[in-house]
């Protein structure tokens, strides 16, 4: 049913378009994610690849606010997993689908220092959102793009992190391989998620969403990161106790997966002969 408000709404926009009288914020906003909500729609209708549906969904999303909603419930798990990172001065970190760039701001800003943050994500909307919330840090750099593609040199960073996204890359073996490359030997791989098949109370957001998702269990996590040549694989789960006067939350369990790039690592090959040489070489 139509809300009274909307109506009220789509009345006041209808008065100033026929006045011509400039738009309020309020209305201003309202058309924006209009806007955005039509680009989503056509983009579905018209059978876009899976990436370019994503930017505009996603572009939706930050434009609702809905990056900054997730400050919140995704700060506590970050600053679970942050100390399990090992940071260390002069790490470059990639932040892979930072949204509004809370990830990146902490890890900038961590005691342990580290170098330089790289906060990439498939939506412009967000990264705006995320780069005007990180100006006073001078040390992270944004980056548009999808996670299959990561616009960086062989080797260049020393860990990569990625919060809450992980489920919705659609070839996850390609946007592994891709880390891989991007990754120095030795370096480390972070995926936290609280959408995986082991926590049951997850797998009810799989419809709540507009997008297609992945769901894995911890143990095809582990085997397809093994598969595609991550040694030292883990995963620790962070389990919040109910409390009273709490309402429970999807965020309540978290997955954090790591692993790390073989020190011997083939550098340059393809995935397949890759992951063939990197168990022969680190077997
Ligand atoms: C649930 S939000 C999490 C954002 C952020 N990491 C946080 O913890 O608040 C998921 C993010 O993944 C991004 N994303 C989804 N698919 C992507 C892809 N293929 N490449 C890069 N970013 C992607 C979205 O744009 C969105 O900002």
Not at 104 to 114: I, K, V
Not at 236 to 246: K, L, M, N, S, T
Request: charged letters at 25%; hydrophobic letters at 45%; aromatic letters at 6%.
């Amino acid at each position: 049913m139509i809300r009274l408000s909307r109506i009220r709404k789509g009345l006041r926009l209808l008065k100033c378009l026929a006045l011509r009288k400039p738009l309020d914020p309020e209305l201003q906003r309202d058309v924006h994610v209009l806007r955005l909500r039509l680009r989503v729609w056509m983009s579905v209708l018209t059978r876009k690849p899976l990436d370019v549906r994503f930017h505009h969904e996603f572009n939706l999303w930050a434009a609702k606010g809905v990056g900054e909603d997730m400050d919140n419930p995704h700060r506590r798990i970050i600053e679970l997993a942050l100390p399990k990172m090992g940071l260390a001065a002069g790490d470059r970190i990639l932040d892979l689908a930072c949204g509004a760039g809370l990830a990146s701001r902490l890890l900038a800003s961590s005691p342990a220092g580290c170098g330089r943050v790289v906060a990439m994500d498939i939506s412009d909307e967000m990264l705006r959102h995320a780069r005007s919330r990180s100006s006073r840090l001078p040390n992270v750099n944004f980056v548009c793009g999808t996670a299959e593609h990561i616009p960086f040199p062989d080797n260049f960073f020393a860990k990569a992190l990625s919060v809450e996204a992980f489920y919705y890359f659609e070839r996850q073996d390609r946007v592994l391989a891709d880390l891989y490359r991007v990754l120095a030997p030795g370096g480390r791989l972070f995926v936290l998620i609280c959408l995986y098949k082991d926590h049951a109370d997850s797998l009810a957001t799989v419809d709540a969403v507009d997008v297609p998702v992945q769901v894995r269990s911890i143990a095809e996590y582990k085997a397809l990161l093994e598969d595609n040549g991550w040694i030292d694989v883990n995963a620790e789960e962070f389990v919040r106790a109910p409390q009273p006067g709490r309402k429970p939350d999807v965020h309540d369990r978290a997955l954090l997966l790591s692993a790390q790039k073989p020190v011997l690592s083939a550098q340059g090959m393809v995935s397949g002969e890759r992951r063939e040489k990197a168990s022969t070489l680190c077997g």
